[in-house]
C-alpha cells in the first residue's frame, strides 16, 4: 500500500467521522496523519515491518493499528463499517484518478491575503510537486480581516508575478482572485477588473444562511457572470461544524454547466466541498470540476492527492476536471 492510498483512507475516516460532532477530535487526527502521509510518503511497508508506524508525526496506537491493517490487506474494516454507518457506502462506478496526470492548482493563496508564504514559496512548492501551473486567488476588498485585494493591489501584484514566473522556470503562475460573492450575487469587484484576470473563482463566504430561494437567485447570478471561471467551495460548508448554504443545487449546477463554469471540489479537510454527493449531482447535470488544495502554504498542496477518493467516489472521470488538462487547454484564460 502507498502513503497516498493510505493517506485517502485515513482522510476519509477523517471526512465519515465528522459528520457526528462528538467525533470531531478523532476526526482531526486522522485528517491530520493523512495530511503527513500526503506530505512525506513514508514507506509503510517497511515502517510496518520494523513495527514502527507510531514513528509517523500523529499516528498513535489507534491509527496505527489501521494502517497496519491497510498495508496488509489493502483495506480497512474500520473505513468500510464507517461508510455502512454512515450510508455513504463505496461505489461501483468509482472513477479512476491517475494524481501524476495532475497539471496544476487554480485557487491558492499568498501573503498578499492570508496565506502564510510569499508568491515565490508557493511557487517553488508548486513547481517541486511537477505542477506546470498555479492559480495566485488571494481574496478580494471585502474580506478585511485577510487584505483583500482592490484593483491597485492586483496590478502590484501583477508586477512580482512576473518576477516569481521568471525566478521559476516552467511553472506558469495565473493571475487571478477568489472574489467574494456578495448578498445580491454581485462580484466584490467591478467587471474591467475582473476580465484582466487569468482565473477568477467566485466564492460564497459570508450570509451562508440566507433562505434558501434568495441564495439560489444569488449564486444564479454569479455563475452567469461571464467572467467567472470557478465556483469556489460551492456551499461554504464546514463539515462538522459549519452547515452550509442551502439552494437549489439543481438549478444552479445546471446554470453553472451552461456556462461553462467549473464547480470546485475543496480539498481543505475543513471544507472538503463539495461533498462527493453533490459533486455526483452535478457530474450529472454536465459540470466541470476543479479540484483544489485552496492552498495557504506550500504544504497545502497536499491536500489534493490525500483527498483524491471524494472525485473517484463521485465518478468524475478525469476529463472533466480542469486541473488535468494541459495549461493550453484551459479555455478560461482566453475567455
Ligand atoms: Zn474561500
Ligand atoms: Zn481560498
Redesign the pocket.
Known sequence: MDAIAAAQALSEIGYLLRQDPKESFRAKAFSKAAWTLALERPDLDALHQANKLTSIEGVGAGIAKILAGLVETGRSSYLERLRAETGQPARDDESTIDLSSYQGDLHSHTDWSDGRATMLEMARGAKALGYRYLGITDHSPRIKVVNGLDAERLLAQSREREKVEQEVEGLALLQGI?VDILEDGALDLPDVVLELLDIVIA?P?VKLRQEPTAMTERMLRAVSNPNVDVI??PTGRRPGSREGATYDFERVFREAAAHGVALEIDCDPARMDLSPEQARLALELGCTFSLDA?AHAPAEFAYVPMAAWMPRRAGIPMDRILNFRPLEALTMIAK
Open positions: 477568489e466564492s463566504h469556489g467551495h485552496d
